[in-house]
């Protein structure tokens, strides 16, 4: 299967500042590329698909890039709800999996 | 306004069975692939199983070790879950997932999903 590798685990970072997550592959996922925000008690919400698509309703200081093996999301300005676990998921092959997560915690 | 909501969850012993349902509004849902993923308290999400919009395909997690099984009735709109022999490690908040939009293939990105329905294994 496709291992997704996420780092950092954790990143700490002021509001206003610039988020950059790593989403790394084990091997070419094309562009098949996902991410997903989920804050504390609720489901995951889709923010980017096919790595650089904005889900309907995603501001835009989301954005992602990336093809191949190493993927990144940005966030440009960190907004307090900002502050949560981030997942990438790919769909280049089953099973469907997902990377570990990276927590972006208020420094 | 597309709604997933499951239901089914609960406190069941080691070896036993459940069966989760998720009910589907405000979308076509035989035209959409549909996917359970669970989250362990505290882990990340691990995809379990997804079915075809007419149920004709069908894929598993191996972890299962086939003692899982999907299954939908898009005449009740709704999509099913059946877990058998059931393990610690089973333990989880099950979500009911929709397949994005812009796919063309069952392996897709998951635009919509449910609030989650606890699974708890335990004597």
């Known amino acids: 299967e496709i291992v997704l590798t996420q780092s950092p685990a954790t990143l700490s970072l002021s509001p206003g500042e610039r988020a950059t997550l790593s989403c790394r592959a084990s091997?070419?996922?094309?562009?098949?590329l996902a991410w997903y925000q989920q804050k504390p008690g609720q489901a995951p919400r889709l923010l980017i698909y096919?790595?650089?698509n904005r889900a309907t309703g995603i501001p835009a200081r989301f954005s992602g890039s990336g093809s191949g093996t190493d993927f990144t999301l940005t966030i440009s300005s960190l907004e307090p709800e900002d502050f949560t676990i981030y997942y990438c998921?790919?769909?280049?092959?089953?099973?469907?999996?997902f990377g570990g997560g990276t927590k972006v915690e208020i420094k | 306004e597309v709604q997933l909501v499951e239901s089914g969850g609960g406190l069941v012993q080691p070896g036993g069975s459940l069966r989760l349902s998720c009910a589907a509004s405000?979308?076509?849902?035989?035209?959409?692939?549909m996917s359970w993923v669970r989250q362990a308290p505290g882990k990340g999400l691990e995809w379990v199983s997804v079915?075809?919009?007419?149920?004709?395909?069908?894929y598993y997690a191996d972890s299962l070790e086939g003692r899982f099984t999907i299954s939908r009735d898009n005449s009740k709109n709704t999509v099913y879950l059946q877990m058998n022999s059931l393990r610690a490690e089973d333990a989880a908040t099950y979500y009911c997932?929709?397949?994005?939009?812009?796919?063309?293939?069952?392996?897709?990105?998951?635009?919509?999903w449910g609030q989650g329905t606890l699974v708890t294994v335990s004597s």
């Open positions: 096919d790595s650089f």
């Open positions: 405000g979308f076509s849902f035989s035209k959409y692939g």
């Open positions: 998921q790919q769909r280049s092959d089953w099973p469907l999996t």
């Open positions: 091997q070419s996922v094309s562009n098949y």
């Open positions: 079915i075809s919009g007419n149920g004709a395909n069908i």
């Open positions: 997932t929709k397949r994005g939009e812009t796919c063309y293939t069952l392996n897709c990105h998951l635009d919509c």
